[in-house]
């Protein structure tokens, strides 16, 4: 990839007996979208972490706008902008002094500052609220200011990990519209972890990452395709005389438990008025379901990412945060 602004190259990361991340090897073209989509203590926060120079890497390179991870420290925090998972505004301050902050942190210049300012806190609507402190703030407020000041020194690269988790779905999807609109007008890759699914679906390209190591990396389009093609499920009072003729007449191979079949097809909704014209008589109900990255990743790994212990997780998390305001 010859416009790599993010390259990575067998990146290891170790805690004592504990091999955290296995030597992911990757590259991200400047402007792209890229998303580690995995569960938890995959090892997605361990490389982002190393990518952001918080984490020694055991071994391996990395070079962010073409400067190294471990070696040039300065120039690559220069290059980033981060938004991670543990909130890190000042809560006694007021927004305004959280973004000024910020920009005397990274040396913007105060006429820039100010019209930066008011256009990032514009685009996350957050004008009216500028003076007032953050701990007065919502959750998802907090996180549309810390996504305002991850853009305001114009970064090369922005690291999001897991940048809406905890969040109401209303709230995620306005905050990817933020980036988006940015991202697209200023060119800035986007590095992000996830384990949502539809958020990992923002991203151009996937890698999809289980015990320290990738196991896929492609289009979110092109990972689906490896499940097969869409899922049909058919309820049946005949289950197994069904699966015989499904084979017969549309050489499909059917799983089955119970009275349900589980079929695999190219064009789901063009298979299901065929399917019942011929055997609608024994069919109960039949749902269509089109392939998700879920499946990819129950394909992959024979897990699924499963949003219930996904979402206990968070739970913890926000208890946690809260705990220690
Ligand atoms: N500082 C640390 N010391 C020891 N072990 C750690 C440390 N940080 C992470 N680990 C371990 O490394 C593994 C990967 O953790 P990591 O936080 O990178 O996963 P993750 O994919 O980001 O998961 P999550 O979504 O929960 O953040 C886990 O087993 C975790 O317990």
Redesign the pocket.
């Given at each position: 990839m010859s416009d790599a602004v993010i390259q990575v190259e067998n990146l290891v990361r170790k805690?004592k007996d504990?091999t955290?991340v296995r030597g992911v090897s990757f590259q991200v073209a400047r402007g792209e979208v890229f998303g580690f989509l995995?569960p938890?203590?995959?090892?997605?926060?361990?490389?982002i972490k190393m990518l952001a120079t918080l984490l020694k890497p055991t071994a391996g390179r990395a070079l962010i706008n073409g400067y190294d991870v471990v070696r040039q420290q300065d120039r690559v925090r220069r290059s980033i902008g981060l938004v991670f998972?543990d909130p890190s505004l000042d809560e006694r301050l007021t927004a305004r002094e959280n973004l000024f902050f910020h920009a005397m942190l990274y040396n913007v210049e105060s006429r820039v500052f100010k019209r930066r300012m008011q256009e990032m806190v514009e685009m996350v609507e957050l004008t009216d609220r500028l003076n007032d402190p953050v701990k007065y703030f919502s959750g998802g407020m907090k996180r549309r200011l810390e996504i305002a000041r991850g853009f305001l020194h114009y970064p090369q690269v922005l690291f999001l990990d897991?940048p809406t988790v905890g969040l109401d779905p209303q709230t995620r999807s306005k905050i990817w519209e933020y980036i988006h609109a940015l991202r697209q007008r200023e060119n800035i890759t986007i590095f992000m972890?996830t384990?949502y699914m539809e958020e990992a679906e923002n991203c151009h390209r996937i890698a999809i990452i289980d015990h320290g190591e990738i196991v896929a990396m492609d289009t979110p389009a092109n990972l689906k395709k490896l499940v097969g093609g869409d899922i049909i499920t058919i309820l049946t009072t005949r289950a197994g005389e069904m699966a015989d003729r499904l084979a017969e007449r549309f050489g499909l191979r059917a799983a089955g438990q119970g009275n349900i079949l589980r079929v695999e097809v190219e064009q789901g909704e063009a298979f299901i008025p065929l399917l019942v014209r011929e055997m609608g008589e024994d069919i109960k109900s039949v749902t269509l379901h089109k392939p998700s990255l879920d499946d990819v990743f129950l394909k992959l790994t024979g897990r699924e990412i499963r949003e219930e212990s996904v979402s206990a997780?968070d739970r913890i998390r926000v208890f946690r945060r809260g705990r220690r305001r």
């Open positions: 805690f504990l955290a995995g938890n203590g995959a090892g997605k926060s361990t490389t998972q897991e972890t384990h997780v």
